[in-house]
C-alpha cells in the first residue's frame, strides 16, 4: 500500500506529526489485536477531530470485519479498503479528497501485482517477503481463512525478481513470509513448491541469510528438510506453529497432525540440521482442555524442547467452530497455565542461551541499543527480529547491517551478550 501511494505521487513519511493523512492497517483474527487497531483508530480520529491531520483511513482485516458498524461508529474514519481491495488504496485518497467516503470491501483474496512498487518499513538490511496470501486450512479457532480468503500463490520468478530488487537495495536477509508458508505452491503449481522457492532465493547474489517463518509441521517434507541440511544461506531456524500437545485437543482444534507426529518430524530436523534453532507458538485454555491435556502440552513442551514460543490464551472469536464450542475455559484459568508453560519455555530457551556461552556466532546488527548507550543490538539465525531476544554487543562502533563474528559470554532469558571476535572474520566497516 504505501508503495501505491508512494507511485500516486503522495509522499510516505515516517513520523505522524509530519503527516496529512493516516493509514492504519489493522489485524483483527483475535480480540487483542482488534483492540490494538480500534486503539491506534481511536487515536487518529481524536488527532483529526483537533484538525491536526485531515485524513483517516483504514485498511485491512478489522475493516473486512466490522465494515458497517465502523463507519456507522467512528464517523472520523473517511474511508475502508478491505483485504481484497488493497489495490485501491491510492483511489480511496483520490476519492476523499474530492468529498466521498468510500468503503471498497470486496471478497478478501488480493496479491500484490507483480514488479509492482514497494516501500520497505523495516531497516533496509533486512526484508519480509510474503511468498503467498490467505490461507486453505480450516482450523477451527481461527478466523484468518475468513478474512484473507483461501491460499494464493506469487509465482516463483516474481518472488525471486524482488529479493533481487532488495538486495540492490542493500537487505542482507530476507525472511519469508505468509500463513502457511510449507504450502506454498499448492494454489499456483498444484504441490508444494517451497524447497524448490528455497534453492533458487538462496543464489540471489547480496542475500546472506534467508529465513522461513510459519512452516505447518505436517507439510516438513524430506525434501524441504534436505533444503535445510544442504543450503549454508538457509539459516538453521524454523518457525512451526504446533499449537498443543494433546491429540484430543488438536483434533478439536483441526490441526493436521498428532502429537507425536510432530515429536518426530522435530527429532529428524535436529537429527539432519546441526544446531537447529525451533521456535513454536502453543495455545492454553481451548474449550474443553482439561487438566489432563494441559500436562500433556507441558510434556511435549519437554519432548520438542523449543528454544523459541510463544504461548496465547485462547480467544473465542465469532464465526469460528471453536466459539460455539463446549465447555469454555475461565480467563483465570487459562492465564494460570500460560504462565506455567511460559515458565517451563523460558527455562529452555534460557538454557540454550547458557549452552551457547564460549561459542563464536556470526551476527547481523541492528543498530544501537535503547537500553544503554555503550551497546548495539545485533541478532545471530537463532534471533528472527521482532519475535526473539537479541545479542548484545559492547561495541558502539558498529553500523546496521554489518556482520561480524562475536564470542558468546553471557546468557539470561531471551537474550545474550557478546564480544567481538577480532580477525578476518570482520567485515570492514562501510558507510550507509
Ligand atoms: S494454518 Fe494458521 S492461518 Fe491457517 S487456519 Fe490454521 S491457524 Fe489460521
New binding site residues.
Given amino acids: 500500500m504505501l508503495g501505491l501511494l508512494q507511485q500516486a505521487g503522495h509522499e510516505v513519511v515516517p513520523d505522524v506529526r509530519q503527516a496529512r493523512g493516516v493509514l492504519v492497517n489493522t489485524c483483527g483474527?483475535i480480540a487483542d489485536a482488534a483492540q490494538e487497531g480500534v486503539d491506534a483508530i481511536l487515536r487518529y480520529a481524536d488527532m483529526k477531530a483537533r484538525g491536526r491531520i485531515d485524513v483517516l483511513i483504514v485498511a485491512g482485516c478489522l475493516a473486512q470485519r466490522y465494515r458497517d458498524d465502523m463507519m456507522h461508529e467512528i464517523p472520523e474514519i473517511d474511508a475502508l479498503v478491505g483485504t481484497g481491495d488493497f489495490g485501491a488504496v491510492a483511489e480511496a485518497f483520490s476519492r476523499v479528497a474530492q468529498g466521498d467516503r468510500p468503503s471498497y470491501i470486496g471478497e478478501p483474496g488480493w496479491l500484490a501485482p507483480e514488479g509492482g512498487p514497494r516501500v520497505v518499513s523495516t531497516p533496509r538490511h533486512y526484508a519480509y517477503v510474503k511468498v503467498s496470501e490467505g490461507?486453505?486450512?480450516?482450523?477451527s479457532?481461527?478466523?484468518?481463512?475468513s478474512l484473507?480468503g483461501p491460499?494464493k500463490d506469487r509465482p516463483s520468478e516474481a518472488i525471486v525478481s524482488e529479493v533481487e530488487r532488495l538486495a540492490d537495495e542493500g537487505a542482507r536477509e530476507v525472511i519469508l513470509v505468509s500463513?502457511?508458508t510449507t504450502?506454498y505452491g499448492r494454489a499456483i503449481y498444484g504441490r508444494p513448491a517451497l524447497p524448490g522457492l528455497l534453492r533458487k532465493v538462496c543464489r540471489v547474489p547480496g542475500i546472506e541469510w534467508v529465513r522461513v517463518l510459519?512452516t505447518?509441521p505436517s507439510l516438513i517434507t524430506d525434501e524441504l528438510m534436505d533444503v535445510f541440511a544442504s543450503e549454508p544461506t538457509l539459516l538453521p531456524y524454523l518457525d512451526i506453529?504446533m499449537?498443543h500437545g494433546s491429540d484430543r485437543i488438536l483434533r478439536a482444534?483441526?490441526?493436521k497432525i498428532t502429537r507425536q507426529r510432530m515429536i518426530d518430524v522435530c527429532n529428524r530436523l535436529r537429527s539432519r540440521i546441526p544446531g537447529l534453532v525451533i521456535r513454536t507458538s502453543l495455545i492454553v485454555g481451548f474449550p474443553g482442555e482439561t487438566n489432563a491435556d494441559f500436562r500433556h502440552l507441558l510434556s511435549f513442551i519437554d519432548e520438542v524442547r523449543p528454544e523459541r514460543a510463544g504461548v496465547f490464551v485462547f480467544s473465542s472469536e465469532e464465526g469460528t467452530e471453536a466459539a460455539v464450542l463446549p465447555d469454555h475455559i475461565g480467563p483465570e484459568l487459562a492465564e494460570e497455565r500460560r504462565g506455567i508453560a511460559m515458565e517451563r519455555l523460558a527455562h529452555l530457551s534460557r538454557s540454550f542461551g547458557q549452552s551457547r556461552i564460549g561459542t563464536i556466532q556470526r551476527v547481523l546488527v541492528d543498530g544501537p541499543s535503547d537500553e544503554s548507550e555503550l551497546l548495539c543490538v545485533a541478532r545471530s539465525y537463532a534471533e528472527a527480529p521482532d519475535v526473539d531476544g537479541s545479542v548484545f554487543v559492547g561495541d558502539v562502533t558498529l553500523r546496521p547491517g554489518q556482520f561480524l563474528d562475536v564470542r558468546i559470554t553471557d546468557a539470561v532469558e531471551y537474550d545474550v551478550a557478546g564480544e567481538p571476535v577480532e580477525g578476518p572474520t570482520r567485515e570492514p566497516l562501510e558507510e550507509q
Fill in positions: 483474527f490461507c486453505s486450512n480450516r482450523c479457532y481461527c478466523l484468518i481463512p484473507r491460499q500463513q502457511d504450502a510459519y505447518y506453529p499449537q482444534m483441526r490441526r
